[in-house]
């Protein structure tokens, strides 16, 4: 079984008790977040797809945590006036576990 939902303008394949980061929520650890925009839903013999989201269904995660991701760099540079900009960040990230996957009602 397993679900796609949406979270801060990205989309997440989703199985009970998976971890996995989405960008930075506000929840402490140890609470519980629930997404009710769950764009797919698989049982494992169906695909109920949403228009644009299934009704009924949602995805209840656990939050372990607060984080900050991998450094990232850039570098602008324009020749001939010697002139650069240095650019840089961490992204902020929540991780979440999966408890459970409420099927749709039929």
Do not use: C, W
Request: charged share 30%; glycine share 14%; no cysteine.
């Amino acid at each position: 079984m397993y679900a796609i939902v949406e979270s801060g303008g990205k989309q997440y394949k989703v199985t009970e008790g998976q971890v996995f980061d989405v960008d930075r929520l506000d929840v402490e650890a140890g609470g519980t977040v629930e997404f009710e925009r769950v764009l797919l839903f698989s049982d494992g013999e169906a695909i109920t797809t949403g228009k644009p989201t299934v009704e009924g269904a949602k995805v209840v995660a656990k939050a372990e945590g607060n984080g900050m991701g991998e450094k990232v760099r850039g570098l602008r540079y324009k020749n001939k006036t010697r002139a650069h900009t240095r650019t840089g960040g961490r992204a902020l990230f929540t991780r979440l576990k999966v408890e459970s996957i409420v099927a749709p009602a039929k």
